[in-house]
């Protein structure tokens, strides 16, 4: 396989990123405010708070999974792999489900199926960006690779596929876990 050029690798996905930031975004929709009622007006605006909270949940996932592709690419000069092309291409596809799966649990909150299928692909994409993340640090000659944060996220998305089985409110507190782990400085937690 040609050496592919990583300004080419980081565009395309860059793009795709850009897209499933757009595709979230034009979901939002304008509440009706009652003219004239501070109080109706809010009330009105009540039922919007778990969508609004899922696509703020959706949005920050969205920009930590780009922020850390750019980090990563940042790292690598070509790409003369096909699996990391492959892996990249696995993300992508998970990170464009992102809209879809938010519009069906703002939809549909707090059905258990909804917020299990929103963890599932958040669980996607952590996982294939671990593994990308793993494979460019193999490719670039990396002995060792440490990967003790990768694991945070894919693991606490997995027990959120589950959670909504037995308590709905589980998941989202955890499906909030991974976004405030990223904040944490990397000292600060010793895995």
Same mark, same amino acid.
């Given at each position: 396989?040609?050496?592919?050029?990583?300004?080419?690798?980081?565009?395309?996905?860059?793009?795709?990123?850009? +897209?499933?930031?757009?595709?979230?975004?034009?979901?939002?929709?304008?509440?009706?405010?009652?003219?004239?009622?501070?109080?109706?007006?809010?009330?009105?605006?009540?039922?919007?708070?778990?969508?609004?909270?899922?696509?703020?949940?959706?949005?920050?996932?969205?920009? +930590?999974?780009?922020?850390?592709?750019?980090?990563? %690419?940042?790292?690598?000069? %070509?790409?003369?792999?096909?699996r990391?092309?492959?892996?990249?291409?696995?993300?992508?596809?998970?990170? %464009?489900? +992102?809209?879809?799966? %938010?519009?069906?649990?703002?939809?549909?909150?707090?059905?258990?199926?909804?917020?299990?299928?929103?963890?599932?692909?958040?669980?996607?994409?952590?996982?294939?960006?671990?593994?990308?993340?793993?494979?460019?640090?193999?490719?670039?000659?990396?002995?060792?690779?440490?990967?003790?944060?990768?694991?945070?996220?894919?693991?606490?998305?997995f027990?959120?596929?589950?959670?909504?089985?037995?308590?709905?409110?589980?998941?989202?507190?955890?499906?909030?876990?991974?976004?405030?782990?990223?904040?944490?400085?990397?000292s600060?937690v010793?895995?």
């Open positions: 396989m040609q050496p592919t050029n990583t300004l080419r690798f980081e565009s395309f996905s860059d793009g795709v990123f850009a +897209i499933a930031v757009t595709l979230l975004a034009l979901e939002l929709r304008v509440p009706y405010l009652q003219n004239g009622s501070w109080r109706l007006s809010l009330q009105g605006l009540i039922p919007l708070v778990p969508s609004l909270l899922t696509f703020v949940l959706s949005f920050l996932a969205i920009a +930590i999974f780009w922020v850390n592709h750019h980090q990563l %690419t940042q790292t690598i000069t %070509t790409i003369n792999r096909r990391i092309l492959w892996l990249n291409m696995l993300l992508l596809l998970f990170v %464009t489900l +992102i809209p879809f799966v %938010t519009q069906t649990m703002s939809v549909n909150a707090p059905a258990p199926v909804a917020v299990s299928m929103y963890a599932f692909v958040l669980f996607g994409a952590s996982a294939s960006f671990s593994l990308l993340r793993y494979w460019v640090h193999k490719a670039a000659g990396a002995s060792m690779v440490f990967m003790n944060r990768s694991f945070v996220g894919p693991t606490i998305y027990f959120a596929i589950l959670a909504p089985m037995f308590f709905v409110p589980l998941a989202y507190v955890l499906l909030a876990i991974p976004p405030l782990f990223y904040f944490l400085p990397k600060s010793s895995l």
